[in-house]
């Protein structure tokens, strides 16, 4: 049976496979790792190698000792995973949160569901929400690098734009008197921002990126932009109904996970629609989702837990928002 290959028709032959789809992935976050190494220094390297390592090898044992299959680790889908955990997580959190989310993300939202193909969910989401709720403390304590490659990482901790502006709004403070106090927020900040996890130390590394998925054809424009414009869209309103209370649209796409999470995750074609009415429809949920628990939800950021609720109306949106079918007008 398992050399049946069960896909949606049609079905054309190409010289893509998942090696060579999941490589391009990992060159693409390059830009993003290299940076956040440039400010974090070995704090990002320890994290990545503890990540490298563990997604891996929890895939390994559970390949070999319990399904008893072909080893999967060489089609880079668990470096993957390891990579954007890496850059999910605080550069300064203690290694073994790394190893936990590890086990999270591919022992139980990967290959529980049988591996990479019948995960609904993307692992590397399911690892940090775990994480951020399990461990709230260390998952929402940011560090500030000091220097070059990060030589007093652990010592300076600071608060992400989002958190401080929601804080200082739930304080009372108007978004003029917030950006008037905290010239760090700057959009020109915000393009190279030094708080926050090491996917979101910088907007231009992650948009080279983009850039180079969308070149190398490996993913379809479709659900990212979807996400900037329905953000775009809904916090406009926002901002334009009361902008002493709502921060500006533009803000809302530049800071927390948003670039990480439209980019890289919500593209992912497993957790993702087949066709691009699907996709868009996709998209456009995250965004508003996002806006929705950014603005009037406990967490100030909302990107991850919108990319997971979405993954589940997957099915539901593969099911009615079908591709016409060869023939039929």
Not at 19 to 33: F, K, Q, S, T, W
Not at 271 to 285: A, D, L, R, Y
Request: aromatic share 10%; hydrophobic share 55%.
């Amino acid at each position: 049976m398992k050399q049946l290959l069960v896909s949606p028709s049609p079905h054309v032959h190409g010289k893509d496979n998942t090696r060579n789809l999941m490589r391009d992935v990992v060159i693409a976050l390059l830009p993003a790792v290299a940076v956040s190494i440039y400010f974090f220094g070995l704090s990002a390297i320890k994290m990545l190698v503890v990540a490298l390592v563990s997604c891996l090898l929890v895939e390994w044992l559970i390949q070999k000792f319990l399904f008893k299959g072909e080893c999967t680790i060489c089609d880079w889908s668990a470096a993957v995973t390891a990579v954007l955990l890496m850059l999910n997580l605080p550069p300064a959190a203690p290694w073994w949160i790394m190893v936990i989310g590890a086990v999270v993300a591919i022992g139980i939202a990967k290959m529980t569901f049988g591996g990479l193909g019948q995960n609904p969910f993307n692992p590397a989401l399911v690892g940090r929400v775990f994480l951020l709720i399990s461990f709230p403390v260390i998952m929402t304590t940011w560090t500030t690098p000091e220097g070059w490659f990060g030589a007093h990482v652990d010592a300076v901790s600071g608060a992400t734009p989002l958190a401080l502006v929601k804080e200082a709004l739930k304080n009372g403070a108007s978004v003029q008197e917030i950006f008037a106090q905290n010239p760090g927020l700057s959009y020109s900040q915000l393009l190279f921002a030094r708080v926050g996890s090491a996917g979101e130390i910088s907007a231009i590394a992650l948009l080279i990126g983009f850039v180079y998925l969308l070149a190398r054809k490996v993913i379809r424009p479709h659900i990212t932009l979807s996400i900037w414009v329905s953000v775009f869209v809904f916090a406009g309103i926002l901002w334009l109904a009361n902008p002493e209370r709502f921060v500006d649209p533009l803000f809302q796409l530049l800071t927390g996970g948003m670039l990480l999470g439209s980019i890289f995750m919500a593209t992912d074609y497993v957790t993702s629609p087949m066709n691009p009415k699907g996709q868009i429809i996709f998209g456009c949920g995250i965004g508003i989702i996002t806006v929705l628990i950014r603005t009037f939800g406990a967490y100030p950021e909302g990107i991850s837990f919108a990319i997971l609720i979405m993954n589940a109306v997957v099915p539901l949106i593969n099911m009615y928002v079908k591709p016409k079918r060869f023939g039929r007008k």
